[in-house]
């Protein structure tokens, strides 16, 4: 005869399951539309339009999307409101970038971000972008480079941060930056053109509104500036006598070294970069047999540098933004740091930068 | 001199009968003998007397009597008493006695016995047992390796202790009978290597068959489910395995084998469960492709298990964790498909299931047929027809392969079954499900026990140096020591350091 307690058992733990399988919410992938886009711009009156794309996968393997418009105060109401017309439900696990209208990041994003990071299935690497005009427009067009502009836009930004002038970003570092005592966070700036969607630089943010922007040459040394970078591509301007013509510089390994002083109790800061690069289109009047002409256009690109990162830091400023994180490099160096006297010396804070230029290939490229 | 210094002869172990089926008198057994058509009883005349001789017709070997017994019965003067014929014939074994259970048991194994009377309890017993009918020793089926050995066991118990002995030439190794079943009387073997193996293993194997009541032992799998730590498990326990190279392997480390007559399979324990995982081709081939080939296996291990429960998991619950580049795939090819991806994998992997049955009944030339018919046919036909998505076809496919990569069979087994209850936790739970279907079976694990050793014994306990040849296979001249789990008696060489060098002349 069984015992008592294994017939109990035995009950207990179909029961269990029976009653603890309608805890799990089903979604099965082809059932539920996947979307893979959000953008927010500024309605008229103050709304908040949000545009959702999602994928149509069809059975013979092509892929077309669809856009879904909705104008409510809050994001997620806006997805309440897209149920209403979408025959399966909308789920934001799939998520992969979120775009902001220029105008409508100005007035701030912070609410739309803390809600993608509050939710469980928005993944923290998710990439945001502010555009240049409409949102939608860009969730809506067709593209040739691919199927789906989510896609297109996912894979422009990783390819740019791989191998371009684009710093790392996505939703993780935003938030540290927004949330972290000396930091501003910053975002990549996209434009749609006719039938292509562009990276225009870096779009800085005050807090978690959009203050100013970076334009692609200058998005160079602030990405050698923000944690150094092994990528990123340099036209520098030559002249030599009367001659005038373009080098291109690719950057080989870019680092930066932040120094910080205390003087009178005010953090003096010095900055060193140092850039290898080889040397990859040349002026053919230049004859880089000769170290002198290599010199020149070392000269020239360490100028440039210098005269961009001390312009950038001194806009920096003007606009009371910190996305080089200065302010945090003094928090890391110091046990009492107070934010709130560094914000308030910030303007007047001197801030000096060295750069050394190593051109080291100039020969055979990749 | 002082003879109690003397040492006295050792006895030799007699066989230990515990089947307890045997007749109290000659008479009851004859007489119920004689029910049978095939026992031969009848007087014959000799030179001085009349003998009675009693066989079973087709237990011995006929020539032998005719050629051998005969002749020398009938017209040998010498032939005054029983015990003449231990002279009389060119056999050595004959034996007298009037021990009931001994002529019984005899008689039923090919002996012939001969009476003056009837009725007489003292006999002679003469051995003459009919070995024609034994299949020859064959090629390894179904452990199957390229090279190496390829003799394997039949159904002889004799020839299988013949292919043991012939590889470990040393009186060492000890074969300890134990005849078990009340009617089928069989032979059990118990080998190991005296000064190797643990004395608490060999007692524990002892004592477990020794307490087995059973009425026909047909094969050592039975054995095996008897005599197992826990038989509800559905992990085999004990390795039972058709090579005797690997009886031999396992036999120096330690290991204890058991033999059964009328079984081509001998098994092996205290196992541990990295040993189902390895197979003897691992040691003929270079360390390097051995391990290599191992790891290879564990990986198809954990594929063929998790491949369609995470599969069911991801696209029933988990959508956000497919990549970008998978979606399109996954989804278009599920479009059509108007189940829920457990059903649709359970038909797959019942389809699969039916084809492994469906060929293993069938004689080799028509299940190659079935093989064809049913991966091609019906695998293309229910993608088309929208039954199944062509990418769980390539899963389930692939998870079924790789469940064949494991050497014992009945490790193969258990895979195969293992991911039924994981695809079924994993439709209920998602991946939630399958970490606790996981951790029921580590738990189930981690108290198993083989023959009262741990079952996951590198893995846990932890025993760095058995890992040299569980779950990697280093170089020869690296693992000179014996397992420590299989606690033996001789654990190692100490000269490791210097056996390792090669003793070249340098020039």
């Known amino acids: 005869m069984m015992k008592m307690k294994t017939i109990k058992i035995l009950l207990f733990i179909p029961m269990l399951m029976m009653i603890l399988q309608g805890c799990v919410p089903l979604e099965i992938v082809d059932e539920i539309q996947l979307i893979n886009a959000v953008g927010y711009d500024k309605d008229e009156n103050n709304e908040i339009r949000g545009t959702a794309t999602y994928p149509i996968y069809n059975p013979d393997g092509t892929i077309d999307f669809e856009a879904l418009s909705g104008v409510s105060h809050t994001s997620r109401f806006i997805f309440s409101k897209l149920n209403t017309k979408s025959p399966k439900q909308l789920k934001s ?69 791989e191998t371009e002038n684009l710093p790392e970003t996505n939703l993780h570092l935003f938030l540290y930056d927004y949330y972290g005592e000396g930091l ?164 007047n804070i001197k801030v000096n930068i060295s750069t050394n230029i190593d051109i080291v290939e100039s020969g055979v490229i990749e | 001199m002082m003879k ?33 058509a095939d026992f031969i009883h009848y007087p014959q005349k000799t030179v001085f007397h009349n003998v ?28 005054k008493s029983l015990k003449d014929l231990k002279d009389i014939l060119p056999i050595e074994s004959v034996t007298i006695t009037n021990d009931i259970q001994e002529i019984q048991n005899k008689l039923l194994r090919g002996f012939i016995v001969i009476q003056f009377n009837e009725y007489d309890a003292e006999c002679a017993i003469i051995r003459a047992e009919n070995f024609a009918t034994n299949r020859p020793v064959s090629v390894s089926e179904i452990e199957f390796s390229v090279i190496g050995p390829k003799e394997a066991f039949i159904e002889n118990l004799d020839s299988n202790l013949y292919l043991i002995r012939r590889r470990l030439p040393v009186p060492q190794l000890v074969f300890k009978e134990i005849v078990i079943g009340k009617y089928s009387k069989s032979r ?46 559905v992990f085999p326990q004990l390795v039972s395995t058709e090579r005797p190279d690997r009886v031999v392997y396992m036999l120096n480390f330690g290991q204890i084998a058991i033999l059964s007559e009328g079984s081509p399979q001998a098994l092996l324990g205290p196992t541990s469960i990295t040993e189902y ?76 299931e039916l084809l492994r049955e469906a060929g293993a009944r069938l004689p080799t030339k028509v299940g190659q047929t079935l093989g064809i018919v049913g991966g091609i046919v019906i695998g293309q036909a229910s993608v088309a027809a929208g039954l199944t998505s062509n990418i769980l076809l390539i899963v389930v496919a692939l998870s079924a392969l790789a469940s064949f990569t494991t050497p014992v069979y009945k490790m193969a087994n258990t895979i195969r079954i293992l991911r ?88």
């Open chain 1, 184 to 347: 501003d966070p910053f975002l990549p700036l996209v434009k749609a053109g006719k039938d292509t969607i562009q990276i225009d630089g870096i779009a800085l943010f005050r807090g978690d509104k959009y203050v100013g922007k970076l334009n692609h040459r200058e998005s160079f040394i602030f990405k050698v500036l923000i944690d150094g970078s092994r990528t990123g591509q340099y036209e520098v301007n030559l002249h030599k006598g009367k001659k005038k013509g373009y080098a291109v510089i690719r950057n080989i390994k870019g680092k930066t070294k932040y120094h910080v002083k205390k003087v009178n109790g005010v953090p003096e800061f010095q900055i060193d970069m140092k850039i290898l690069g080889e040397i990859h289109e040349y002026p053919p009047w230049l004859n880089l047999e000769i170290p002198a002409n290599i010199k020149l256009i070392e000269d020239t690109f360490k100028k440039d540098v210098d005269k961009q990162a001390r312009d950038m830091i001194k806009e920096f400023k003007k606009l009371h933004i910190d996305p080089l994180g200065l302010g945090d490099q003094v928090r890391r160096r110091e046990k009492y740091w107070n934010y709130k006297d560094f914000e308030k010396n910030y303007r």
């Open chain 1, 93 to 161: 696990g799939q998520l992969r970038v979120v775009v902001f209208n220029d105008t409508f990041a100005q007035d701030g994003v912070l609410e739309i971000v803390n809600s993608m990071y509050r939710n469980p299935s928005v993944g923290n690497r998710l990439y945001m972008v502010v555009a240049e005009g409409s949102s939608k427009e860009i969730l809506t067009k067709k593209y040739g480079a691919s199927p789906l502009p989510a896609i297109y836009l996912q894979d422009m930004i990783e390819q740019n941060v």
């Open chain 2, 420 to 507: 039924f209850p994981f695809i079924f936790f994993a439709a209920l739970w998602g991946g939630v499900g399958i970490i606790l279907a996981m951790s029921f079976i580590l738990v189930h694990l981690l108290r198993l026990e083989s023959l009262g050793r741990p079952y996951l014994t590198p893995i846990f306990p932890p025993r760095i140096l058995d890992m040299t040849d569980s779950i990697f296979r280093f170089p020869f001249n690296r693992e000179l020591k014996r397992p420590n789990s299989l606690k033996t008696s001789l654990p190692s060489p100490k000269k490791v350091k210097e056996s390792r060098l090669k003793k070249d002349i340098d020039e």
């Open chain 2, 277 to 352: 995982f390895s197979s003897p081709e691992d040691y003929y081939l270079s360390w390097v492709l051995g391990s290599l080939f191992r790891f290879i296996r564990f990986l198809s291990v954990i594929f063929s298990t998790f491949a369609t429960p995470i599969y069911v998991a991801v696209l029933t619950y988990h959508y956000q964790m497919i990549p970008k580049d998978l979606l399109a795939p996954l989804i278009s090819s599920r479009a059509n498909i108007p189940f829920p991806p457990v059903l649709e994998v359970m038909f797959l992997e019942l389809t699969i």
């Open chain 2, 52 to 79: 009675f001789i009693s066989y079973y017709k087709a237990m011995i070997d006929g020539e032998l009597l005719h050629r051998d017994i005969l002749p020398y019965i009938i017209h040998s003067k010498e032939f």
């Open chain 2, 188 to 233: 059990i073997i118990i080998a190991y290597l005296q000064d190797v193996a643990d004395q608490e293993n060999i007692n524990t194997v002892t004592q477990r068959i020794k307490d087995i009541e059973f009425d026909v032992i047909t094969d050592s799998s039975l054995l095996e489910q008897i005599i197992s730590d826990n038989t509800k498990s």
């Open chain 2, 4 to 36: 109690w210094l003397k040492k006295k002869p050792k006895k030799q172990t007699p066989t230990v009968d515990l089947s307890n089926n045997t007749y109290r008198t000659i008479v009851e057994l004859i007489d119920h003998a004689k029910d049978s």
